[in-house]
T-cell receptor, first 113, second 109 residues
Framework: IAGITQAPTSQILAAGRRMTLRCTQDMRHNAMYWYRQDLGLGLRLIHYSNTAGTTGKGEVPDGYSVSRANTDDFPLTLASAVPSQTSVYFC????????????FGQGTRLTVV | GQNIDQPTEMTATEGAIVQINCTYQTSGFNGLFWYQQHAGEAPTFLSYNVLDGLEEKGRFSSFLSRSKGYSYLLLKELQMKDSASYLCAVMDSNYQLIWGAGTKLIIKP
């Protein structure tokens, strides 16, 4: 693994189903983020974690939950998927020390039908 | 509220110069980032400005005026591979990134 890895790459999900998007980084970054990207809108922050064991809500947290049991992993769970959660999801990380660049995973394209 | 504005789409010719503008209104300011995103790919970091002025990095330069809430990304000697979306993002007082919707740059031969 080099950098930040997301799985799956894409998924079609039936509405009402539960789904976990996985994110793993090997850069030992303290901060991790989940964004969704929709056409015509900027990246919107769903949840974030400044360090292992802590999480926080972003701009659009409803319907999503996260956990940060260790430094490397930051899974995003949709408890009961709805069509409005159809989007491209990006996981990102940064070393969290002030204003530093974020590194992004390749994204998960999720379609809820 | 917090707001980042940038043009939706721009077209330029291979070999030319293009300037992509970004204006912002945010709660605090801890720097402005530019990212490049090719279609279907992840955003990748291009530049960071926290002080007023111009930062040059090869064919790409980024300018910031904090008093005007304004930045631009300047791309010189355009190549076909520069066709991508360019995302402007401001880090607010809580060190959270606020993102613009991105500018899709189309390069024509």
């Amino acid at each position: 693994i080099a950098g930040i890895t997301q799985a799956p790459t894409s998924q079609i999900l039936a509405a009402g189903r539960r789904m976990t998007l996985r994110c793993t980084q090997d850069m030992r970054h303290n901060a991790m983020y989940w964004y969704r990207q929709d056409l015509g809108l900027g990246l919107r922050l769903i949840h974030y974690s400044n360090t292992a064991g802590t999480t926080g809500k972003g701009e659009v947290p409803d319907g999503y939950s996260v956990s940060r049991a260790n430094t490397d992993d930051f899974p995003l769970t949709l408890a009961s998927a709805v069509p409005s959660q159809t989007s491209v999801y990006f996981c990102a990380s940064s070393d969290g020390q002030g204003a530093t660049e974020a590194f992004f995973g390749q994204g998960t394209r999720l379609t809820v039908v | 509220g917090q707001n980042i504005d940038q043009p939706t789409e721009m077209t330029a010719t291979e070999g030319a110069i293009v300037q992509i503008n970004c204006t912002y209104q945010t709660s605090g300011f801890n720097g402005l980032f530019w990212y490049q995103q090719h279609a279907g790919e992840a955003p990748t970091f291009l530049s960071y400005n926290v002080l007023d002025g111009l930062e040059e990095k090869g064919r790409f330069s980024s300018f910031l005026s904090r008093s005007k809430g304004y930045s631009y990304l300047l791309l010189k000697e355009l190549q076909m591979k520069d066709s991508a979306s360019y995302l402007c993002a401001v880090m607010d007082s809580n060190y959270q990134l606020i993102w613009g919707a991105g500018t899709k740059l189309i390069i024509k031969p």
